[in-house]
């Protein structure tokens, strides 16, 4: 687990069976005003699906203070050519106290309010590095004491009903996700348990 003043972040992935390279790269800082989380899927699998996931992460270090709708442009324009990959990227602002989320293509994220589930998003069309019909972009209030749960298309539909999802402690969220999930991935698979917890003291 990585914690921070106000966010804690615990992430599984495991590659495809048969595969040494894992085709989902992930990013997430905290600073002083924003957390900024990214999880990319690189089409197809092995090293060229991660050589395109990495190529989003990088343009989101270069360009982390960007608005979430600027950044996925960017990275659109970076993987023309490339072999493409979704993503999903979550914004969370200290200042105003807001969060924004917005994916394009299969990364998807359940939010999670006090340990009720708020809702899940759904993700626009598409695919980076190929033309598409822009992005919906979601900004809401952001709550002391929520869990974000950013996840590839290899988390399966019936593992997202788990209660271990409602912790508090986003290192059991994973270790309980890693002992109940498939251990033979039929996709890569990444899972990223982030909880904003607000300021400490």
């Known amino acids: 687990m990585i914690s921070g003043k ?14 040494h390279f894992c ?6 800082v905290e600073e002083d005003q924003i957390f900024l989380g990214v999880l990319a899927d690189g089409l197809g699998s092995g ?5 395109s996931s990495q190529a989003v992460i990088d343009i989101v270090r270069q360009h982390k203070y960007r608005t979430v709708k600027e950044i996925i442009e960017l990275c659109n324009k970076r ?3 490339m072999r493409g990959a979704v993503m999903g990227i979550l914004k969370l602002d200290f200042m105003d106290q807001t969060f924004t989320f917005s994916s394009i293509g299969n990364i998807g994220i359940i ?3 006090d340990g009720v589930k708020k809702k899940r998003n759904i ?14 972009v979601m900004t809401e209030k952001l709550k002391k004491a929520t869990n974000f749960i950013v996840f590839s298309d290899g988390v399966m539909d019936k593992e997202l009903s788990q209660y271990f999802f409602k912790d508090y402690n986003v290192d059991r969220i994973t270790e309980a996700y890693a002992h109940y999930s498939d251990n033979t991935r039929q996709d890569d698979t990444t899972l990223m348990a ?8």
Not at 23 to 28: K, L, P, T
């Open 6 to 19: 106000y966010v804690d972040v615990s992430v599984y992935q495991k590659s495809k069976k048969g595969n």
């Open 23 to 28: 085709g989902d790269s992930y990013f997430f």
């Open 47 to 51: 090293e060229i699906a991660k050589e």
């Open 79 to 81: 993987l023309v050519g």
């Open 111 to 113: 939010i999670l309010e």
């Open 123 to 136: 993700p626009s069309s598409g695919y980076l590095g190929s033309r598409y019909r822009g992005v919906k």
């Open 194 to 201: 982030i909880r904003y917890k607000g300021e400490k003291g």
